[in-house]
């Protein structure tokens, strides 16, 4: 089992930045894939980014890239999400999530295996 506490969200004007940080702790923390993911009312869950287990290779999604990176920090068992350039259609409730692939980048939400309880994060215009 595998526990997930991001932090970081808030409100931010458009144009501005914010760090997501994402906490693990119960097991290696390298023995896992780690992604962020968001959501909206009524919306299915985006994903955003993903990062494999040594750091080595990622992955943005679309909507975000060349905007926001993805990061961990084995140290710390933290996860990172640097977002900049906010936009106002980045509100959402942004969630962390790690899987068992661990070599892999994957961008599909089945994939990952925990889940945190995400973390809002509001963009003004």
């Known amino acids: 089992q595998v526990q997930l506490v991001e932090s970081g969200g808030g409100l931010v004007q458009a144009g501005g930045s914010l760090r997501l940080s994402c906490a693990a702790s119960?097991?290696?923390?390298?023995?896992?894939?780690m992604g962020w993911f968001r959501q909206t009312p009524g919306k299915e869950r985006e994903f955003v980014a993903a990062?494999?287990?040594?750091?080595?290779?990622?992955k943005t999604g679309d909507s975000v890239k060349g905007r926001f990176t993805i990061s961990r920090d084995a140290a710390k068992n933290t996860v990172y999400l640097q977002m900049n350039s906010l936009k106002p259609e980045d509100t959402a409730i942004y969630y962390c999530?790690?899987?068992?692939?661990?070599?892999?980048?994957?961008?599909?939400?089945?994939?990952?295996?925990?889940w945190g309880q995400g973390t809002q994060v509001t963009v003004s215009s």
């Open positions: 990062i494999n287990w040594s750091g080595g290779s990622t």
């Open positions: 119960g097991r290696t923390f390298s023995n896992y894939a």
């Open positions: 999530a790690a899987s068992r692939a661990r070599y892999y980048t994957t961008g599909s939400a089945s994939e990952y295996d925990y």
